[in-house]
């Protein structure tokens, strides 16, 4: 069975929620997400899909934020691995340098508005927003401590970014895409414009990918795959009755992702593809809060999204629907019993490889 996994953006506490769902879908389904054959990412979907992507479990990084140290275990970058950063993107720090002023892309905003009805709200706004003023160096280090070379081993592993220019999406790592490095394709992922500062790659400025889609599901239509499942943490399929102003807002920003969402996917199933779609619940929202880059409540999250996706994946009967998915080593779905001394090698060690070449080749042969 040929498998896409895709993670949303949705802040830090989104790239927690990812946390929890993805080792969630290890625990019921027996499937490795490392083993999917194309990983799409946006924002904080990025960061998460490139660890993943490189290898580290799920059921890893939910031990790891949650204070676990692992005495004795290092990083493929050699480091300790308790030393890693437990914050998942939430240590902000400025930007070195002068602080932009004025609209951060006129060429953009002037783009985007010679044809405004083909480009999302987020599109016609990001180039009014004057360029962030905090550093991505954090989500940079947070990559590189899980792949030292320039790209995941992963075959298939994109990370979407918006170009400050044009507006277009680029889901850097797929063929035609602009050479990068992964830290710097995950950064440039999660530049919220407004908040971070645009990442520069190859002479070109570029943003959040959740400028043009939150979810970005439709880049693996065609792709023949048997099924696609979406972990997206910016929509949700409950309602919020609260009229509450800031509540109401939060519920219509959601509707318009959902919608995005469901557009996307039909484009994926018209080629044939199943598309399993797993969102977030009142659950998890309550949790979440109002400010998804904020750090305070991020383990919370976690451990209520390994709850409820789990009985996502139980209660709508996906758990049957997806019995066929590929089994994955027992030591990628579950932590090993011992102590990490004793473990199978959890996370391999990277080889340096330059992105879509890769795939190329492999295409090739």
Not at 252 to 257: D, E, P, Q, V, Y
Request: charged share 20%; with cysteine; net charge positive.
């Amino acid at each position: 069975m040929k498998v896409g996994l895709v993670l949303g953006a949705g802040g830090v506490l989104g790239g927690a929620w990812h946390t929890g769902a993805l080792a969630a879908l290890a625990q019921e389904t027996d499937w490795d997400p490392a083993s999917a054959e194309y990983i799409v990412g946006t924002s904080a979907g990025s960061l998460i899909g490139s660890l993943v992507a490189a290898g580290v479990p799920p059921w890893f990084m939910v031990a790891h934020s949650g204070g676990e140290s692992f005495e004795g275990l290092t990083g493929p970058d050699g480091r300790p691995a308790r030393d890693a950063d437990r914050s998942g993107g939430a240590n902000f720090s400025l930007h070195r340098g002068l602080p932009g002023l004025g609209p951060g892309s006129l060429r953009m905003a002037a783009t985007t508005l010679v044809n405004p009805l083909r480009h999302t709200p987020l599109q016609l706004l990001a180039g009014w927003l004057p360029a962030g003023f905090m550093s991505t160096d954090s989500l940079k280090d947070t990559v590189r401590r899980a792949v030292p070379g320039r790209w995941v081993e992963h075959k298939s592993f994109w990370a979407v970014a918006t170009d400050f220019h044009t507006g277009k999406r680029v889901p850097f790592g797929r063929i035609g895409s602009p050479p990068a490095d992964v830290a710097d394709a995950v950064a440039a992922s999660c530049a919220i414009p407004g908040f971070f500062r645009p990442v520069e790659i190859g002479g070109r400025r570029y943003v959040d990918g959740g400028v043009c889609s939150v979810s970005n599901l439709d880049l693996l239509a065609g792709r023949g795959l048997d099924v696609v499942i979406c972990l997206n943490p910016l929509s949700s399929l409950d309602r919020d009755g609260s009229l509450n102003p800031i509540a109401r807002f939060g519920q219509l920003t959601r509707s318009a992702s959902g919608r995005r969402l469901g557009h996307e996917a039909r484009k994926v199933r018209a080629y044939g593809t199943e598309v399993v779609l797993i969102q977030a619940t009142a659950a998890d929202r309550a949790v979440m809060g109002g400010n998804m880059m904020s750090g305070k409540r991020r383990h919370e999250v976690i451990e209520t999204a390994v709850r409820t996706v789990a009985e996502q994946l139980r209660e709508r009967g996906l758990t049957d629907r997806l019995k066929e998915l590929p089994k994955g080593q027992p030591h990628k779905l579950r932590r090993p019993p011992g102590p990490p001394s004793t473990w199978p090698e959890i996370v391999p060690s990277a080889r340096p490889r330059r992105g879509p070449a890769r795939e190329r080749a492999r295409r090739a042969a």
